[in-house]
């Protein structure tokens, strides 16, 4: 391939061709190959190769390093909930002043851990033993509640009973109904989760059978469970029953529930008491656990001011190991080969690097750079700054550009844009998006590396593209004349006038030309009349056609430079000219035919012109002829067109054919033997001699296809371009629709309201409509024009992208997760 | 409405099988196991695996790892992505999805009882218990001391209540009849399942019928080897075979009469599906049946894959991850104890 940039006639231009590669090959001494893919690292110009694709990830040679990162990521990660639980910010400025090591990260991050861990279980125990205790305060609180209601109700009953005038006065209550001895009447009291409380009521019913008296009562506040931490609503419990075996059955049940069971006493005295008590030993716990939380924080925040540094380290000595996993280890375990990809002009940098990397490791042996030859397809790699990044973003959308083909990029800085803007011509909507634009672009630096939402995150990453599409969607409007569908008298007076005062707006009759043409665009007067419709189509129509007519032979013209910067005369031959001759005495035709309508104002009919030109090229073209012999080049135009098609069809494969031949033809005896051969190599061969398998119906049939593909694909691909004037047209109708039916209609009630009603709509549907829906769907048609129409006439896109080993890279990565 | 599932299946069970065969194509495949099996440390298995989708439930786990946290967490992922399944079923599909788990709450059951039994730690049991089969009141089966009460306190309340029609008896339990009470659970489950699973019909009926029939012929042999040599009478040995299946009837006669092994080979070589697994083992032994058994349950499962508007997929992914944990329990174990040349006796791959 040849080295000079840019293929012969151009000067060297950056985006066209990507970046000439090369393999190299890094020999570094083992001592300093850390520091040393560090610096390159910093670079980041250089792609390396998996050397070790065939060993599973622990068997590497650097495994145990991975693993030890993992580990501290891990802890780093521990932190950072911990601190996010705690509602502590992380320092967003990393002090990289500071060089720290690994090691020294790795013991740092241990101590802390285990320092973190010991205060945590501390506090748990004591947040445990407290909220045990604020359940133990409520169990006494509730639970004493019962025995009073109880005992109130029981004394106002029995008030009630020694009222009546029959009855005999019962002894008093304190006096058990039962004998102690004969019958002892227990009772548990506890705490239940709320939504068990139903099933735990059931059970106890079931076993006990109905044996038990159960009494519950719902907390107001859901409370801590001690055993999970979890807030949960709970109801204090107490049951009675009578007998151990009775006991044990609850003891159990009310465990398998998770229901915390509490001592209690009947006597009020010492109810109150405990009440005291545990109240007492509330506060206690309460200040201890703050003295805790206090000290955790502290730990914290100082571990807080670190996190975002090791997180960086860690990252960085990750990724580093990673690649010296890629590298091959020497027999002699005394260096490590590593093999890349890099940019030719980068040579030097990375040469430096290695030099400095050597020195600043005080190791005895340089590392040893050297350039491989290979047969490999190279990664594609261009140098786009802010401004491409985004235009070549929609080309790689499409497919990555084979190694050193023709860029399409380049010129969809411009014509995406512009085709863009054909559809969305309207200068005042183009404002609307270009103050929109400009405001992303202010804020670009507050932005960039932020993590945005999915259409904000979009909307800022093609910037640039939405700011010259609204930069030539305010040109396109200007020429069609529209600011939110209404004409404007920019550049002078309108051409025409009203030859008497019988003349209204709606109509063309009567209207004279009295001064020179309207100097820029279409005259206002047009609009509102009734033909401005079919004056507009027919302009617009013609427009899109010479568009797409020139477009495409761009794209032709691209796949011809790409031939001869490949060297590949045949595709230049049987390929390239025929389809200029092909598409140029077809559409190229209309497209002459368009300008000298246009230039001489004839009346001709184009549709006629081209129909008859297939169906009957001999006929007289009468009022149609546009200029002289007219019929002998159409005839001739067609002839040439017709054998253009076999011409694209037949000789490019019986060529490839014959080459193959001559190239082999005294091999052929051995092709069995290399056939056993490229299997032997696998991989590595099959690429190098791709061209010895030669199938010609493959190739034939591959022919075939393409040269289909072509002869329709003028036809279609011309009427596809035509979405460039239905757009438009629907644009313009949706925005005069909007204008008129509810602007004008709002401000002719001469109502306040009416009209402050119809303007909100106005704006609503103009931002929702016009603003956002009609420029996505442009942008869409936009993006198919290029990747169908024009790009599938020279682009492979089947290459794939340079991803070097950068920091800089790993670092926005992370920053978006 | 057989054929007909096409039309309307992806309404409900669209999005759901579309989510089932993604999960499916994160199983593990032969090149994995081939890595895990070269581990040295469970260090590497759980680097191995973090590269699986199990990644981000190994990722926080802190190094001294041990079997047990890898197969809790591979666990609890098949139950994540169970309960996120479960949540966007609708009828009929959620209760087949419920039908999966019952087998595991028999299991559960009958783990809890036995430990109780046994005298073990109720909450060191639940640690134990599968978390599919889960249920509420699960802790409470500690407190039965028989079967009428195990039904009358705990289970009438789960949905495998119907099935302990069979089993209520006022003996006290002990290992014998627990194992009979598991068996005849799991044979009322089966059998229900597999009612089901007819009512639905179509290619869902098809499938399971065929998935379940090899189910109940397995749990068959394997009831009839592990009772040879017991107390257990004929007659009640045929009560515990599932009343479906290859075997059903004719086999089940010649099963229960069956005293060593080598009847039951002779009565299963009679049916050519299952003639290929016995032809594997050489006479007299059983060791290997169990992992024959395991690959041609799992050649089943994955062909299920291979149609397309029914619901085996859904059982068919539980069954294969679950084999996938076994055989991440079973390398783990071996990887542990340093046995590594026996890691391959019991791995079955799965693709």
């Given amino acids: ?817 | 409405m057989y054929g007909f599932e096409a039309m309307t299946f992806n309404i409900h069970g669209g999005y759901l099988e579309a989510i089932v065969r993604g999960h499916r194509s994160g199983l593990l495949t032969a090149a994995d196991y081939n890595n895990l099996c070269q581990c040295e440390t469970l260090d590497d298995i759980k680097m191995h695996l973090s590269a699986t989708e199990y990644g981000p439930y190994l990722q926080n786990e802190p190094s001294p790892l041990h079997t047990t946290t890898i197969v809790e967490k591979c666990t609890l992922k098949l139950v994540d992505e169970y309960k996120h399944m479960l949540c966007q079923a609708t009828e009929p599909m959620s209760t087949f999805l419920e039908y999966i788990t019952y087998g595991h709450m028999i299991d559960n059951v009958v783990l809890i009882v036995t430990g109780t039994l046994h005298e073990r730690d109720v909450q060191e049991l639940l640690e134990k218990c599968h978390p599919l089969g889960m249920f509420d009141s699960i802790a409470t089966l500690a407190v039965a001391q028989n079967m009428r009460e195990l039904y009358r306190l705990v289970l009438v309340d789960t949905p495998l209540a119907p099935y302990f029609s069979e089993c209520i008896t006022s003996e006290d339990l002990d290992d014998m009849n627990i194992e009979i009470m598991r068996n005849t659970l799991y044979k009322a489950y089966l059998e229900d399942f597999y009612r089901f699973c007819q009512k639905l019909g179509g290619a869902t009926a098809e499938i399971m019928s065929d998935l379940l029939a090899f189910e109940a012929d397995r749990r068959a042999v394997n009831i009839t080897i592990n009772s040879i040599g017991t107390e257990l009478t004929r007659e009640d040995r045929r009560k515990l075979y599932s009343s479906f299946g290859l075997l059903y009837p004719y086999g089940h006669e010649e099963l229960a009469i069956c005293e060593d092994i080598d009847q039951v080979r002779g009565v299963m070589e009679k049916y050519p599906p299952y003639q290929p697994i016995f032809s594997k083992l050489s006479y007299g032994e059983s060791q290997m049946l169990d992992k024959a058994f395991y690959e041609e349950e799992v050649k089943r499962l994955c062909l299920s894959f291979e149609q397309q508007f029914h619901y085996g997929v859904f059982f068919a992914y539980m069954r294969l991850r679950e084999q996938e944990i076994r055989n991440l329990m079973w390398i783990s174990e071996c990887v542990a104890q340093n046995q590594k040349s026996r890691v391959h006796d019991s791995v079955v791959f799965i693709f």
């Fill in chain 1, 1 to 817: 391939m040849a080295d000079d940039r840019g293929g012969g006639w151009f000067p060297p231009m950056d985006l066209f061709r990507s970046e000439p590669m090369h393999l190299v090959q890094l020999i570094i001494p083992i001592e300093s190959v850390h520091l040393t893919v560090s610096y390159l690292g910093d670079i980041g110009l250089i792609q390396f190769k998996d050397l070790n694709a065939d060993k599973s990830p622990f068997q590497r040679t650097y495994a145990i390093q991975i693993k030890r990162c993992g580990e501290m990521a891990r802890k780093l990660r521990f932190f950072k909930e911990q601190m996010s639980k705690a509602g502590i910010t992380i320092s967003s400025k990393p002090n990289l002043l500071v060089d720290v090591h690994l090691d020294d990260v790795e013991a740092r991050l241990g101590e802390l851990e285990s320092e973190l861990i010991e205060i945590n279980t501390n506090n748990e125990k004591l947040q445990r033993s407290y909220n045990e205790f604020t359940e133990y305060k409520l169990v006494l609180q509730k639970a004493g509640e019962f025995f009073k209601a109880a005992l109130s109700s029981a004394e106002v009953k029995q008030r009630e009973y020694n009222k009546s005038p029959h009855n005999q006065p019962v002894e008093s209550l304190s006096i058990p109904l039962l004998k102690d001895d004969e019958l002892k009447l227990g009772f548990l009291t506890g705490l239940v989760p709320k939504e068990k409380a139903m099933a735990f009521e059931r059970i106890l019913f079931r076993a006990t059978r109905g044996n038990v008296f159960l009494k519950q009562t719902p907390l107001e506040e859901p409370v801590v469970d001690p055993t999970s931490g979890q807030k949960v609503q709970k109801n204090v419990f107490a049951v009675f029953f009578s007998g151990e075996t009775l006991k044990s059955k609850i003891v159990k049940i009310s465990d398998a529930f998770g229901a915390n069971r509490y001592p209690f006493t009947e006597d009020l005295g010492k109810q109150t008491h405990m009440i005291t008590e545990v109240s007492g030993r509330i506060i206690e716990l309460k200040m201890t656990i703050e003295a805790g939380l206090l000290h955790r924080s502290t730990l914290l925040q100082k571990i807080g001011e670190h996190h975002e540094h090791w997180n960086h380290v860690v990252r960085k000595e990750k990724s580093i190991y990673h690649i010296l996993n890629m590298l091959s280890i020497d027999v002699t375990k005394k260096c490590l080969v590593a093999e890349g990809w890099s940019p030719v002009y980068a040579t030097r940098q990375i040469r430096r690097a290695l030099r400095l990397a050597a020195i600043d490791s005080s190791s005895q042996v340089g590392p040893i750079f050297r350039v491989l030859h290979t047969k490999k397809l190279p990664p594609t790699f261009f140098r786009t700054n802010k401004f491409t990044e985004s235009f070549q973003t929609i080309v790689d959308a499409y497919g990555v550009a084979r190694y050193q083909e023709a860029n399409p990029g380049v010129y969809t800085v411009v014509t995406f844009p512009f085709l863009f803007a054909i559809m969305f011509g309207d200068w005042g909507h183009g404002i609307c998006l270009l103050l929109a634009t400009l405001y992303l672009i202010s804020k670009e630096k507050k932005f960039h590396g932020q993590k945005l939402g999915d259409i904000v995150g979009m909307t800022f990453g093609g910037r640039y593209v939405i700011l010259l599409m609204s930069l030539f969607s305010i040109y396109t409007g200007l020429i069609y004349n529209e600011f939110f569908s209404v004409p404007f008298e920019l550049f002078g007076p309108s051409a025409y006038a009203c030859r008497d005062d019988s003349c209204s707006d709606a109509t063309t009759m009567g209207l004279v030309k009295v001064r020179d043409t309207y100097p820029f665009g279409v005259d206002p007067t047009w609009h509102g009349t009734r033909t401005e419709l079919p004056f507009l189509n027919s302009l617009k129509m013609k427009m899109s056609i010479l568009l797409g007519v020139a477009q495409m032979n761009l794209g032709i013209i691209l796949s011809f430079f790409n031939a001869l910067y490949f060297g590949n005369r045949l595709n230049i031959w049987f390929q390239f000219i025929p389809q200029m001759v092909f598409l140029n005495g077809l559409f190229g035709y209309l497209s002459l035919l368009i300008i000298a309508k246009w230039y001489t104002g004839s009346q001709a009919d184009l549709y006629h012109i081209m129909i008859y030109m297939f169906l009957s090229p001999t006929d007289d073209l009468g009022e149609n002829q546009l200029f002289n012999n007219q019929k002998t080049i159409q005839i001739g135009l067609l002839l040439l067109s017709l054998i253009a098609v076999p011409w694209m069809l037949f000789p490019k494969p019986f060529i490839l054919k014959a080459q193959h031949n001559r190239r082999h033809g005294n091999e052929d005896a051995y092709m069995p033997l290399e056939d056993i051969d490229d299997t032997l190599h696998g991989e590595s061969n099959a690429d190098c001699e791709g061209d010895h398998k030669f199938d010609f119906t493959e190739i034939f049939v591959h022919q075939l296809i393409h040269t289909i593909e072509f002869v329709l694909g003028a036809v279609s691909n011309t009427a596809s371009y035509l979405r460039l004037w239905a757009l438009s047209l629907a644009h313009s109708e949706l925005s005069a629709v909007f204008y008129e039916k509810v602007l004008l209609l709002a401000w002719g009630y001469n109502n306040v309201a009416i009209l402050i009603i119809g303007i909100v709509v106005f704006i609503f549907a103009t931002a929702g409509v016009l603003l956002v829906m009609e420029t996505l769907s442009a942008f869409l048609h936009a993006l198919r024009l290029h990747w169908v129409e024009f790009q599938n006439k020279f682009y492979n896109g089947n290459g794939y992208q340079f991803r070097p080993f950068s920091f800089s890279l790993l670092e926005d990565e992370s920053k978006l997760n």
